[in-house]
């Protein structure tokens, strides 16, 4: 199992551009999960989903679309990119939303100069 | 609004002693509580997670509960250099409707100096 992939791995967008971060988990996972980390802070929860077709918004969802039209994937849309989206984007998921593990995807550091 | 904070740092430890990481929660409905470790420029990886008051070991890790107090813990015994890194409590208000969410504390720097 390739567990929680995600690209590109880096990327620098110009303010006002889009572009979609990729996340895939090869796991069966129901639930999936985009976090962001600002430096020296905690993740916090952007969107999720709990199954195909089955989005919800988080903490912190201005400026992002997601859609789950698969089990295994879960891209992130930023439109017209901010100098403060600037940030580590995380994709993770796990089986059902109790008490198991989240597995974390290796992460997307993006830069919007 | 639903807090997770944890201990200021940085956390500075010789190698061999004991570091202890705290973390206190907000909401009383919490029922899930992990410890995320994370090295620099690495996604977080799961070292501990406890469901019910007390104390849980795993090796040199040791996480305790307290819900009555709203608090969570980690121990670190024998502290390595490796252990290294930040340390992100997180909490799970699960529940109906919570699926899954987690919401994290900022995270504590420890450093193990040899």
């Known amino acids: 199992n390739a567990g929680v992939t995600q690209t590109p791995k880096f990327r620098i967008l110009k303010i006002g551009q889009s572009m979609t971060l990729q996340c895939a988990q090869d796991?069966?996972?129901?639930?999936m999960y985009w976090y962001r980390q600002d430096p020296g802070m905690g993740l916090k929860l952007i969107y999720y989903?709990?199954?195909?077709?089955?989005?919800d918004k988080g903490e912190v969802p201005n400026g992002y679309n997601v859609s789950r039209s698969t089990t295994e994937d879960f891209p992130l849309r930023l439109e017209l990119a901010a100098p403060s989206q600037t940030s580590v984007y995380f994709c993770?998921?796990?089986?059902?939303?109790?008490?198991?593990?989240?597995?974390f995807g290796p992460g997307t550091r993006l830069t919007v100069l | 609004q639903k807090e997770v904070e944890q201990n200021s740092g940085p956390l500075s430890v010789p190698e061999g002693a004991i570091a202890s990481l705290n973390c206190t929660y907000s909401?009383?409905?919490?029922?899930?509580f992990f410890w995320y470790r994370q090295y620099s420029g690495k996604s977080p990886e799961l070292i501990m997670s406890i469901y019910s008051n007390g104390d849980k070991e795993d090796g040199r890790f040791t996480a305790q509960l307290n819900k009555a107090s709203q608090y969570v813990s980690l121990l670190i015994r024998d502290s390595q250099p490796s252990d290294s890194a930040t340390y992100l409590c997180?909490?799970?208000?699960?529940?109906?409707?919570?699926?899954?969410?987690?919401?994290f504390g900022q995270g504590t720097i420890l450093t193990v100096h040899p």
């Open positions: 993770a998921s796990v089986t059902s939303g109790g008490t198991d593990t989240q597995y």
């Open positions: 997180a909490v799970n208000h699960a529940g109906g409707t919570s699926y899954g969410k987690l919401t």
């Open positions: 989903s709990v199954g195909a077709g089955i989005t």
């Open positions: 796991m069966n996972h129901n639930y």
């Open positions: 909401d009383r409905g919490s029922q899930s």
